[in-house]
């Protein structure tokens, strides 16, 4: 009975492993080249795909700046309201929210030059779920007979608790990695019992 109990938990955790999402990326701003003015923004952030709790890391000289802005800030080039500005060099914003978000440099003439940034459709963290909902019955139960017809409907599984259904649907926030263990284990536990 104790190996049945290993064996039920590493299944269960290998299954939360394999539907749990990935952690945050951290991005360096340009490159090896940087926030820099000779750094081509558009091209650096072609096939980026952006989420809340990825963090872009900005590095560059004294020369440099990087100021946070509106939309329109960003479509103008102007400085005087950025919403954050930083000067330190190697500046890390974590994104924390879904939208969009625009940078620029505060030195004179470097954002009408190109040095500037918008970070357009970062995507909110999600709740991953498996592809097709698992399975499982509580108890071994008898095929029950159908006809066969030539039209099919599919009906979609309701939410039940364990036991009670032959279908349960499994669904976690971002990071809750019991939200997901503990519905599996109660689903596959009962069967090594």
Same mark, same amino acid.
């Given at each position: 009975?104790?190996?049945?109990?290993?064996?039920?938990?590493?299944?269960?955790?290998?299954?939360?492993?394999?539907?749990?999402?990935?952690?945050? +990326?951290?991005? +360096?701003?340009?490159?090896?080249?940087?926030?820099?003015?000779?750094?081509?923004?558009?091209?650096? &952030?072609?096939?980026?795909? *952006?989420?809340?709790?990825?963090? =872009?890391? *900005?590095?560059?000289?004294? &020369? %440099?700046?990087?100021?946070?802005? !509106?939309?329109?800030?960003? $479509?103008?080039?102007?400085?005087?309201?950025? =919403?954050?500005?930083?000067? $330190?060099?190697?500046?890390?914003?974590? &994104?924390?929210?879904?939208?969009?978000?625009?940078?620029?440099?505060?030195?004179?003439? %470097?954002?009408?030059?190109?040095?500037?940034?918008?970070?357009?459709?970062?995507?909110?963290?999600?709740?991953?779920?498996?592809?097709?909902?698992?399975?499982?019955?509580?108890?071994?139960?008898?095929?029950?007979?159908?006809?066969?017809?030539?039209? +099919?409907?599919?009906?979609?599984?309701?939410?039940?608790?364990?036991?009670?259904?032959?279908? +349960?649907?499994? !669904?976690?926030? %971002?990071?809750?990695? *019991?939200?997901? =263990?503990?519905?599996?284990?109660? =689903? &596959?536990?009962?069967?090594?019992?």
């Amino acid at each position: 009975m104790g190996s049945a109990i290993v064996i039920v938990v590493s299944v269960a955790v290998a299954i939360a492993m394999a539907v749990m999402p990935c952690e945050a +990326t951290q991005y +360096t701003v340009g490159g090896t080249a940087g926030w820099d003015a000779s750094t081509d923004f558009n091209s650096w &952030l072609m096939n980026k795909t *952006f989420a809340v709790g990825d963090t =872009l890391v *900005f590095q560059y000289s004294s &020369l %440099h700046s990087v100021m946070v802005v !509106s939309k329109s800030d960003y $479509d103008s080039c102007q400085t005087g309201n950025a =919403l954050q500005s930083f000067t $330190d060099g190697n500046t890390q914003i974590k &994104l924390s929210k879904p939208g969009s978000m625009y940078f620029v440099c505060g030195t004179a003439g %470097h954002c009408v030059g190109g040095m500037k940034m918008g970070v357009n459709n970062i995507q909110a963290a999600t709740a991953t779920s498996p592809t097709s909902p698992p399975t499982a019955s509580a108890s071994p139960s008898k095929p029950t007979p159908t006809t066969p017809s030539t039209t +099919t409907t599919p009906t979609p599984a309701k939410q039940s608790p364990v036991g009670k259904s032959a279908a +349960t649907s499994i !669904s976690y926030s %971002h990071g809750n990695f *019991f939200g997901i =263990l503990i519905p599996v284990v109660g =689903l &596959l536990l009962p069967s090594f019992i």
